[in-house]
């Protein structure tokens, strides 16, 4: 196995680090407080500047309800994946569910997506703008990535933005990833990456871990666990510099994380 020594997934208390998580998330979902190291803070007086800096197209934001889009990732998973109409989705730290409403119009009213959240506040809001959304066939989770309330085999596709970083024992979140999937099911994440293995007391900052930044692992450490977990067609691509919200001069990219369950698992 992998040494799963991951810049921030055995340093500290994951208990600890999954209530700044909390705590940190709690806030913004309440419209109480900061944001992530990401792109919600920049130009705010355009906020649709950013979710278009990321490679969202504006009829997506005009097809997502109000208040969904909170400015949180590093990407566009939706995207990536590719999503077939007839697809069960899930997405790993949904949010306000912006990435899930985008997922739904892809999978059309056969599908169905899933979005899951281990803060109650971010699950509220989330299951708000689903009633204010035309889609009977979203729904929200509470739940952490490391324990999926979802069952064995269930879902076509795992996505997430700028989350998978958050989460203080990768190795099982991934591995929650593969057990929730179909065989021949895939993987797609957008997600903040590290170029070099972070310094001890950014990993050790919890203010740093809760800003997406922490936590990042390197490229290397993520596929070796994603290979020893049984995914296949792995690919981390390293895709931009990130250099906000407190990321300035530390080795961290956005990247695009894809693999695949392989058929016969």
Known sequence: MTDTHANGDDDGSPAD???????RYGAIASDDGGCCGSTCCDDADEPGKPAADLGYDPADLDAAPEGSNLGLGCGNPVALSNLEPGETVLDLGAGGGFDCFLAAEEVG?????????MTPEMVERAREN???????????????????PVADGSVDVVISNCVLNLSPEKPRT?????????????LSVSDLVATEPLPEDLREDLDAVAACVGGAATVAELEGW??????????????????????????IVSARIE?????DA
């Open 130 to 148: 689903a009633r204010e959304s035309p889609h009977g066939n979203v729904e929200f989770r509470l739940g952490e990535i490391e324990h999926l």
């Open 17 to 23: 680090r999954r209530a700044a998580v909390r705590e």
């Open 109 to 117: 009213p056969e599908g169905r997506v899933i979005g899951v959240d």
């Open 174 to 186: 991934l591995a929650e990833a593969y057990r929730a999937l179909t065989p021949g099911g895939r």
């Open 226 to 251: 994603l290979a020893d977990v049984g995914f296949e067609a792995v690919e981390v691509v390293e895709e931009a510099d990130w250099d906000r919200d407190g990321a300035e001069d530390v080795p």
């Open 259 to 263: 693999a695949r369950k392989p058929v």
